[in-house]
Each structure stands twice: as structure tokens, then as C-alpha cells.
């Protein structure tokens, strides 16, 4: 008899490192992304751009291009049945431009035909006449009121203050200082794609598509074709990464308008250049700050100026504003405030939500006055943030109380706690200098720097929007079954809402269904919000189904149901000896529930800023090591020590993929990535001239989870996604300027701005 011990695998329950469902297809190149979806009797779909950044049509002339061999048709903004426009919180971009197009890459007409080259030949054969118009590419022009309006609604999508305390409060110590911060794009490797299949009667459309927000996208294709919203239906492909990016609408109402046109399915997909013109960006912004400190450090108040430049449309450029700003004095105590707030339409490209949504702005200009503040009054970069720290029960600028769990100081002491990395040896191997294997730095020059970056970012949706999540969950044959409209964008809710259901219902045999809209709106994953809006929907909903087993069970066996609880695979009682294994508790049963889970009510901002606007609170603190080469200009990132505020860890390797993920894009905005505009033209759309971090550029990165459960969050957990990457752009920043000794006011920081 053999003797060998058997493992027993571990349970992917909350608190295990569960694997991703599809880790190994997209490793191994088998995974489907949308862009790899085809249908028969396809044809290609493709989208005539606007060379000019502002520009009157005088004249369309699509004839030629009908004539091509190979083409089905030609839509313009003639050919839109519904509604001509669309947009997040403003509905105000045209499907295609009519009269006017207000940005470098607008889209004016669209294709179908047999073969993406036949698509590309046709659309050089589309005349357009334009008459070219000085494009306003500056936001202060807009605010002056120098430069007539370029839309019906006028330049200035937003302006808000904030008003708070004493206005003639002051302190022995005032520093100041300007800041800047340039476009960075989302840059996704998956590029946008879709596929339309209408029905039988060109009355309907089926949709696969690489979204963020399915529902909110039926809502604004179905305005647009004029149809139902039953009568659309979007299935989530394959997304390869979105970062904020596809919350606006990109390709989906061209599409699905060639498909009803042309009667046959139709595929569009992006190459790379037409997919920096086809998305929002993040916003740049020019930031003025001024602290008031008593002579311990101690801060007294801040005066702020914000401008954002929101492009030519307003996408979600209102709440960009108000995250920035109300994230004024970032995670430190602050009785007194005066902020005044912009959001501008310009004819630069549409910039709209991406991974920090207004707060890494926000974060780069109060982490650089902290620093200076430090400086004047005599303290280290960590004494002044510890001085400052906030703490539950404090109060926000916005008169808002904070009532999330704060461990502001232990992120920052817990973070200088990690050891700092060993100094460069002389003998340092190519790879680890700046210039890496270009060899143009010799380790006789590289100086070293350490910077500091302390933030917190609201999570969910803020001034009074309805915020929800839907799921549901049955039971079949002993199989739970899971269904919800909540986009897997790469963040790992695949992962996560099995867990869930296994914790909750004690069975492993876990299945995710199709995520498309046959089930009520999820919300958008953004806002770092699906941990606790649909992970509470998904646990609402086997909540439910669990209550319903424990009344089985109890009927069965003449047992109060309120005694049973569920152990390991196990229904007990608490208080007696009966046991059994789920399995066969729920033997031949069926039982289907569906939950919508709501966050607290917010509220909108009065006119002196104040008001209860966010749901909740998450923090993090970055300490950042960098080697210089000050004669080049050259950086290397050597390491980033974190601590982060993550309520509960529900799956412990997905969150570090969180913070490793979101410490590379903001390490990529500190030194490297830049939309370069001109006059309103984008010079660098390719990944050839937009510099983005590879693994040659990524630092050792020692992360620490801060576990204190949020009562306020459905599973004790907040979300993780986006803090990583706002306050590690300061501490890269702040290192680089511990190195060189030089004020650097502008990201991303660029050679010739530490050489010259």
C-alpha cells in the first residue's frame, strides 16, 4: 500500500493568490483579443481623419471612392439616423464633424469595403474641402476671452472654487512654486477594435468591442442609431489594457453604423497612429501653488490655480477638474483654502479620463511644494509629511470629512522602513547606468538621488452620481454560475469575483458567464471601483443565494436557519453537530439571484467648493532612488520603496500586479512619455517617438500593503489600481532633483532639463 501523502490544493478563496482564468492564453498567444475576432461575410470598416487641428468643410465629395472597386459604402454625418452626437457628461462631439472639425485626427467620414488596403486607397479618394482656421491651442487665451469660441458651448467647459477658513491666514514660512505637466497617453498594446454583425432586418446590431463601460456605450450608440437599446446588444471582447482611455467612444457608432448600412458584419481596428488620434488622453495642466507654514512646517494654507486643457471635446473633463482640485492639499491636514479651477475646450486632441483622473496632476505640484516647505523650515522630506499627515475624522478643503481609514503616517513611516538599494559599484554592469546598454554613461559620473511622494486618491464616483453595480449569481447542478456587465480590462475581476463566490457559497465550481449588456450596468471599470462595486454586487448576490441554501437546509433537517454558516465547503451549526458538505445540501436544487450594490450618496460642490463630493479615501506613500548622469541628461530609476492603503488584500499577487503596473506608468510620465502638440498637430504618434518604460527601465520595486479593513467597503477591501502611479511621479522628480540640485518644475523631465 502505497504511503505517498497527497497534497491537497489550496482553495482560490479571498486572501489566496489565485491565478488568472486567463493568464496562460494570453502568455501562450492564445488568448482572443478583440482585434482577432472575424465573421463571414465580414468587411473591413475604416475612418477618414481631419489633417487640420481647425478647419470650416466646405464640401464633401465621397463619389470617387464609391466607384472603387471593392467598396460598399461611404457614411458621413449625413448618414447618422439618431442623435449626431455623444460624449460622457457633456454630450457635445459629433459622430463625424459637419461644419467644423476642432481637432488634429477628427473623424469626418467612414468605409466599408472588402480588404483593409481597398479601405485605405478609398479613403485618399474622398475629396474634402476645408478652409483652414487659427486653432486656439492655449488654454489662458480661453479663459481671457481673447479667442472666440470654437464650439456652441463656448471654451470653458468648467470653472469651480474652493473656498475655505480664514483668507487672511498666513505663516512665518510662504513658498510658491509653477508646474506643468505634459499629455500622456494611455498607450494600451491592445489598440481599439470592433465587430458588428446586424440582424436579419437591419433593425438590430450585435457589438463586440473592447470597452470600459458597456451599458454606458449602449447608451450613447443606441441614441445614435436611432435605435432601442434592446435592440443593441455589446459583448465585451478581449481588451488589452485601457487605463481610462476607452470610456469615450472611439470606433463603436462607426461601426455599427457601417454594418446597418452595408447589411454584413463589419471589423475595425486601429493601427497605432490612428489610435493616438481615435482616444482621450490625459489632460496637461498648468498648475500654480502657494503654501503658508508655521516655522515647524506646519501647514496653514494653500492657494491654488488649476488649468486644465481638456481639448476640443468635454469628455470627463468636469470631474478631472474637481478631482484635481479637491485634491488640493493632498493627504495632509489643512484648515484654510483658496482654489480657483479650469477645464478649457481648445483645439488640442480631446483628453478625457486616464489612471489617476486629475489627482496625479494635483500630486506633482503639492508633493513639490512639500518638498520646499521641507527646505525652508529645516526638515527632512518624511518629518514634513508626518508633521502634515491626515487621519481619520479630518476634514478636506471641501469641508467633507474624512471618514475612510487614513494610516497617512504609517504609509510613509512603514515605506522608510524598506532598506534603501546599495550604491552603484564602479564596476556596475552596462544595463544598470543610465543610457543602459547604449554605453554612454560611465559610473564615475552617475549621481545618486532619493525623492519622496505621499498621495491619496478618491475611489468611485463622485458629486452625486448614481453609482451602482449589477450581478448575478444561481445554482445548477451544483455549478455556481456568475453574470455581470463588469468590463475585464486587465485588472483581474475574472479572478477576483470567483473568489468571492467560493468564500461566500463554499463551492469551487465557479463559472463566469459572457460579459455583455443581457444583465444590468456595472459601471465603468475606473475609479479604481469594481473591487467594492461589483465585488459588493457579486457577494450581495451569493449572499442571497446562501440564505436561500440555509433555508433548504434548515427545512431539511428542522434546523434555524440563522444557526447555519458555511466552513470551508462545509454548512454547520454554530451551536450543534450537524454537518454537510454543500455539495449535497444543494443537490437538485436551482436557485437564481441578482443584487445591485449602491455606494453612499455624494453631492455636488456649491459654488464655494464645499460639499460632501467623494465616497471614499486610499493613500499611498513612494520613496524613489535614481542614478543621474548630469552631463547627459540620462536617469535610471534604481528602485521604489511603497506602502499602500489596501483595506483588505483579497489576492495578493493581483494587488502587487496593481502597484507594479501603475509604479511603471507614473515612472513613465516622470521622465519619458509625452504627447508632443504643435500648433494643435501631434508630432509623435508612434512608438518610435513616444517614449514608453520597458522592462530594461523598471526598478526594484519593494511593496508593502497597509491592511487595515475599510468598514465603509462591502469586502473590507479598497481598490488599488490607480494610487500607484500618482505619487511615485513626485519621488522620481524629487530624487532627480536630490541628484542635481536643480528646481524642476515641469513633467516629464527631459534630458535637455538636467543637462542644460
Not at 614 to 629: G, L, Y
Request: glycine share 10%; aromatic share 6%.
Amino acid at each position: 500500500m502505497s504511503t505517498a501523502k497527497v497534497e491537497q490544493r489550496e482553495r482560490d478563496i479571498l486572501g489566496v493568490s489565485a491565478m488568472r482564468p486567463d493568464g496562460a492564453a494570453k502568455v501562450t498567444g492564445d488568448f482572443s483579443f478583440t482585434s482577432d475576432m472575424h465573421a463571414e461575410n465580414m468587411l473591413w470598416g475604416a475612418t477618414l481623419r481631419s489633417p487640420h487641428p481647425y478647419a470650416r468643410i466646405i464640401s464633401i465629395d465621397t463619389s470617387r471612392a464609391l466607384a472603387l472597386p471593392g467598396v460598399h459604402c461611404v457614411i458621413t454625418a449625413d448618414d447618422v439616423p439618431g442623435k449626431q452626437t455623444y460624449g460622457l457628461i457633456s454630450s457635445d462631439q459629433p459622430v463625424f464633424a459637419r461644419d467644423y472639425v476642432r481637432y488634429m485626427g477628427e473623424p469626418v467620414a467612414a468605409i466599408a469595403a472588402d480588404h483593409p488596403e481597398t479601405c485605405r486607397r478609398a479613403l485618399a479618394l474622398i475629396d474634402i474641402a476645408y478652409e483652414v482656421l487659427k486653432p486656439l491651442t492655449n488654454a489662458e487665451d480661453a479663459i481671457a476671452g481673447s479667442f472666440p469660441p470654437i464650439h456652441p458651448d463656448g471654451n470653458i467647459i468648467r470653472h469651480q472654487r474652493i473656498v475655505r477658513g480664514d483668507q487672511h491666514a498666513t505663516g512665518a514660512i510662504i513658498v510658491e512654486g509653477e508646474y506643468e505637466i505634459g499629455m500622456q497617453d494611455q498607450a494600451f498594446l491592445g489598440l481599439e477594435a470592433a465587430l458588428a454583425i446586424p440582424d436579419d432586418h437591419g433593425k438590430g446590431v450585435e457589438l463586440h468591442v473592447a470597452t470600459q463601460w458597456l451599458h454606458e456605450d449602449l447608451g450613447q450608440i443606441s441614441a445614435c442609431l436611432d435605435l432601442p437599446p434592446q435592440n443593441v446588444r455589446l459583448i465585451l471582447g478581449g481588451v488589452g489594457g485601457a487605463f481610462g482611455a476607452r470610456e469615450d467612444i472611439s470606433l463603436q457608432v462607426h461601426c455599427c453604423l457601417l454594418a446597418l448600412k452595408a447589411g454584413r458584419p463589419i471589423k475595425m481596428q486601429y493601427g497605432r497612429e490612428e489610435s493616438f488620434f481615435g482616444h482621450v488622453h490625459r489632460h496637461p495642466a498648468k498648475i500654480f501653488m502657494r503654501h503658508h507654514a508655521q516655522s515647524d512646517g506646519r501647514i496653514v494654507k494653500i492657494e491654488a490655480r488649476f488649468v486644465f486643457d481638456g481639448g476640443a471635446y468635454t469628455s470627463t473633463s468636469p470631474a478631472v477638474l474637481i478631482n484635481g482640485i479637491t485634491h488640493t492639499q493632498g493627504p495632509y491636514k489643512c484648515d484654510n483654502a483658496t482654489v480657483d479651477g479650469w477645464a478649457i475646450r481648445t483645439n488640442n486632441p480631446p483628453c478625457g479620463a486616464m489612471r489617476g483622473f486629475g489627482v496625479v496632476q494635483a500630486c506633482f505640484a503639492h508633493e513639490s511644494q512639500m518638498d520646499k516647505i521641507a527646505a525652508a523650515a529645516g526638515l527632512s522630506a518624511v518629518d514634513v509629511r508626518l508633521i502634515n499627515a491626515m487621519v481619520t475624522g479630518d476634514r478636506l478643503i471641501t469641508g467633507q470629512v474624512m471618514e475612510s481609514v487614513a494610516p497617512v503616517a504609517r504609509c510613509i513611516i512603514e515605506t522608510e522602513q524598506i532598506p534603501l538599494p546599495a550604491p552603484l559599484p564602479s564596476n556596475a554592469h552596462e544595463l544598470l547606468l543610465p543610457g543602459g546598454s547604449g554605453l554612454t554613461a560611465s559610473a564615475s559620473h552617475i549621481v545618486r538621488g532619493i525623492g519622496w511622494g505621499v498621495s491619496m486618491k478618491n475611489l468611485m464616483y463622485s458629486e452625486g452620481f448614481d453609482d451602482y453595480a449589477t450581478a448575478r449569481c444561481s445554482i445548477k447542478d451544483g455549478v455556481v454560475y456568475l453574470k455581470f456587465a463588469t468590463s475585464e480590462v486587465g485588472q483581474g475581476f475574472v479572478t477576483l469575483a470567483p473568489q468571492i463566490a467560493r468564500s461566500v457559497l463554499g463551492l469551487d465550481d465557479v463559472v463566469v458567464e459572457p460579459i455583455d449588456t443581457q444583465i444590468g450596468s456595472a459601471g465603468s471599470t475606473s475609479a479604481s471601483r469594481q473591487t467594492w462595486m461589483s465585488g459588493g454586487a457579486v457577494d450581495g448576490a451569493c449572499r442571497l443565494v446562501r440564505e436561500q441554501i440555509f433555508q433548504h437546509v434548515g427545512t431539511q433537517h428542522d434546523i434555524d436557519p440563522l444557526r447555519l454558516v458555511i466552513e470551508g465547503t462545509d454548512i454547520i451549526d454554530q451551536i450543534g453537530t450537524f454537518r454537510i458538505p454543500v455539495n449535497e445540501a444543494i443537490n437538485g436544487l436551482t436557485i437564481s439571484e441578482t443584487f445591485e450594490h449602491h455606494h453612499k450618496p455624494t453631492e455636488e460642490l456649491d459654488e464655494n467648493g464645499q460639499g460632501n463630493c467623494h465616497t471614499a479615501f486610499a493613500f499611498v506613500a513612494h520613496r524613489a532612488v535614481v542614478d543621474v548622469d548630469p552631463e547627459l541628461g540620462l536617469v535610471k530609476v534604481v528602485q521604489i520603496a511603497t506602502a499602500q492603503d489596501v483595506g483588505r488584500v483579497l489576492n495578493p499577487l493581483s494587488a502587487l500586479g496593481q502597484i507594479e503596473g501603475g509604479i511603471a506608468q507614473g515612472l513613465g510620465l516622470a521622465v519619458m512619455e509625452e504627447i508632443v502638440i504643435q500648433d494643435g498637430k501631434v508630432r509623435n504618434p508612434s512608438f518610435t517617438d513616444y517614449l514608453l518604460p520597458t522592462t530594461l527601465d523598471a526598478p526594484d520595486v519593494v511593496a508593502k500593503m497597509i491592511e487595515e479593513y475599510e468598514p465603509q467597503a462591502p469586502l473590507g477591501a479598497k481598490g488599488i489600481g490607480e494610487p500607484p502611479c500618482i505619487s511615485v511621479t513626485p519621488a522620481i522628480v524629487a530624487a532627480i532633483r536630490d541628484a542635481i540640485a536643480k528646481d524642476l518644475h515641469r513633467i516629464p523631465v527631459r534630458p535637455q532639463d538636467i543637462c542644460l
